[in-house]
């Protein structure tokens, strides 16, 4: 497919928020990552208590979001905005397409995300245009600094922050959203969903011994990778893996040192799929099988590079456990069927 250069540009943006989460399927350019930081870790959502599939919600109800902030409903709220990739899917599979008013340039999934009237960027939307679509509540993710939501909040938005680290930090928003806007039975059927592909994994590479867990490298980005301390890097653990970027005490999304990354000599080769450099117009897994010094790392010599859905994979949303499938085939395609 054709790439898109503005979804290049959203993916480097994520990076300034220390995740990437929104790449599209039909392939996306990189940009310049140097402005990404370190995220500092944000307060915990209120934590969703395990819920009966067919309970309603019990109005009103107070919670809290990743920046601390409390929240009242005194009802289901019925105009909802979410400038969130991650969080539109969410919601969506939650079964609210109808409630939802707006959504980010870039949410893209369901395709019914595409035709909702567009609210701007994932990192700083047109105040304008929220203030236009009279939500009750605005939904944002990892994208969104802490900052840029006090700013919004100033003007009256009620926007509503989540921090997800760790796949129960994405099904525990999933829970939270379902009694938010009542969607319990929904939001139910979906972890369980999760938690059963999750299962799945974890049964098939229980019996892989420590010593012949595979160590991978995840490169999202020409140069980049991801440490401990992400979601993404619990995705190879569960699958069996072992991250080299974690074994080299990264934390967070990082630029890689190559000498310390042949030292390593990862088994295999995670990469974003269809993702091309905007400088040298070649393609990711181009650039790294061409690196004349890695020709002796073990995944180049034995051909185990794999490209990766990159929005299943790296969304904190209700498919990332089908990226975590897609993490354990590649490693153990004989264990993961």
């Given amino acids: 497919m054709k790439t898109d250069l503005r979804k290049n540009k959203l993916f480097m943006s994520l990076l300034t928020a220390s995740l990437l989460v929104v790449m599209t399927a039909c392939g996306a350019k990189t940009a310049d990552p140097a402005a990404t930081a370190t995220p500092t870790p944000a307060a915990a959502t209120t934590p969703a208590p395990e819920a009966k599939a067919d309970a309603h919600t019990q ?130 059927k979906i972890v369980t969903k999760m938690k059963q592909e999750i299962e799945l994994v974890q049964s098939a590479v229980k019996d892989v011994k420590p010593e012949d867990r595979k160590k991978v490298l995840l490169e999202f980005s020409p140069g980049w990778t991801v440490g401990k301390g992400e979601f993404m890097s619990e995705l190879i653990t569960i699958a069996g893996g072992v991250n080299v970027a974690a074994e080299l005490g990264i934390t967070g999304w990082a630029e890689m040192n190559e000498e310390l990354i042949i030292q390593q000599n990862p088994q295999v080769i995670l990469y974003a799929d269809k993702l091309v450099d905007d400088k040298s117009k070649k393609t990711l897994e181009t650039l790294i099988r061409e690196r004349a010094s890695w020709s002796k790392v073990d995944a180049i010599v034995k051909n185990q590079l794999f490209g990766l859905d990159v929005n299943s994979l790296s969304r904190p949303g209700p498919r990332v456990t089908e990226g975590l499938l897609q993490v354990a085939k590649a490693l153990y395609p004989d264990l993961v069927k």
């Fill in 59 to 188: 109005y009103p109800l107070t919670v809290k979001d990743a920046t601390g902030q409390e929240f009242k409903f005194d009802k289901a709220p019925e105009r909802i905005v979410s400038v969130s990739p991650a969080e539109t899917e969410s919601l969506f599979a939650l079964g609210l397409g109808d409630k939802i008013v707006g959504v980010s340039d870039y949410d893209d999934y369901p395709e019914e995300a595409k035709s909702k009237p567009k609210m701007g960027s994932i990192t700083k939307p047109t105040v304008e245009a929220l203030i236009g679509a009279k939500p009750d509540i605005v939904f944002t993710g990892v994208s969104m600094k802490e900052a840029t939501v006090e700013e919004l909040r100033k003007v009256g938005i009620q926007i509503f922050k989540v921090e997800p680290k760790t796949l129960d930090d994405v099904m525990n928003n999933i829970v939270l959203y379902g009694q938010i806007t009542d969607a319990n039975e929904a939001a139910q």
